[in-house]
């Protein structure tokens, strides 16, 4: 594949790590063997007290990459946000997990999409499918979507903000993410991935490739796999049923993510998008039962393989 008559614009991969020496050098190992290889590799560990930042100062030594060890924990997201701030001005920059597995043309398609969408006076994102792998490299399901059910319905800004389906090892960004990550608020209800989304979809541009391009692993040490399960349609209807007589906080997370994106960028939206977002809002002290008629309200006309 050529971009742009051979010419191909600068990458920054970007890894945040914390004692993940049994699977990092896999996946650096599979960054490097790009198609198109990245121009820099920054990599942020947050304190680890296993082999991980040995196993990184000898990839730094070999001048693969550049490694760094905070002082003190930060955590993923506020590790994330300050290795962005890293990148060089005018770089595109690609987020990696630890453990993971790239195809060996992640970064040449991410970056033929980002070219054909982008808008560099706003905040651009590509972001992708998955494969789904346990801790031995053994196929669990060929589309993470479909784990998640997100191939059941259109990805965009109506969708988003009933939950979100960007996981941040599949994207690529452009300059002006970057530059609006550095105002990122950093909070417990969510992560960076879901903020990024935000700012692509609500005031920038972004595109999905719908085919896998990394290998997600299950192991006992990724701590957000739980909740990559499929429930089965029993199961929900079980959930649904024990939040109509619980306390109701059904999408809570979302409305603090939603909160804050507004007061920050109200005045950067377009009035469709501060609308909509205004009118999720109203929803926050009502019944679970009226959120769920909310949701099959948006996605009315949405739904491409609902019942499967």
């Known amino acids: 594949m050529f971009l742009n008559n051979n010419y191909i614009p600068p990458i920054a991969v970007v890894m945040a790590t914390f004692n993940g020496a049994r699977f990092i050098e896999e996946q650096i190992e599979s960054i490097q063997a790009q198609t ?3 121009n820099l590799f ?5 304190c680890s007290t296993d082999e991980t930042y040995i196993i990184l100062q000898k990839y730094q ?7 760094y060890q905070n002082e003190m924990r930060l955590g993923l997201v506020a590790n994330f946000k300050q290795a962005i701030g890293q990148v060089p001005y005018g770089y595109y920059f690609a987020l ?12 040449e398609k ?3 999409s980002m070219l054909r969408i982008e808008n560099p006076a706003a905040p651009c994102m ?7 792998i346990d801790a031995n490299g053994k196929l669990i399901n060929n589309s993470f979507r479909n784990e998640l059910g997100h191939d059941k319905y ?14 941040g090892c599949t994207t690529m960004c452009n300059e002006s993410m970057k530059q609006h990550i550095k105002n990122m608020p950093i909070h417990a209800s969510f992560n960076h991935d879901a903020w990024m989304a935000m700012l692509a979809y609500g005031l920038g541009n972004t595109f999905s490739i719908n085919e896998p391009l990394i290998a997600y692993r299950q192991h006992d040490k990724n701590s957000s796999i739980s909740k990559y399960t499929r429930a089965t349609r029993f199961q929900r209807y079980i959930n649904h049923i024990g939040l109509l007589f619980s306390n109701n906080d059904y999408l809570k997370e979302r409305f603090i993510l939603v ?15 501060q609308k909509k977002l205004i009118q999720f809002l109203t929803l926050e002290n009502k019944s679970y039962f009226r959120k769920k008629l909310a949701l099959e309200k948006d996605f009315f006309g949405k739904w491409i393989n609902r019942f499967k």
């Open 36 to 38: 198109i290889p990245p």
């Open 42 to 46: 920054i990599v942020f560990d947050d």
């Open 61 to 67: 030594a070999a001048g693969k990459l550049l490694c």
């Open 96 to 107: 990696s997990d630890q453990d993971d597995i790239w195809h060996e043309n992640k970064l």
């Open 110 to 112: 991410s970056m033929a």
């Open 126 to 132: 590509i972001f992708s499918d998955l494969k789904f």
């Open 154 to 167: 259109e990805l965009d800004f109506d969708t988003l903000l009933f939950g979100n389906f960007v996981l």
């Open 259 to 273: 909160r804050l994106f507004l007061e920050m960028y109200q005045k950067e939206m377009s009035i469709v998008h």
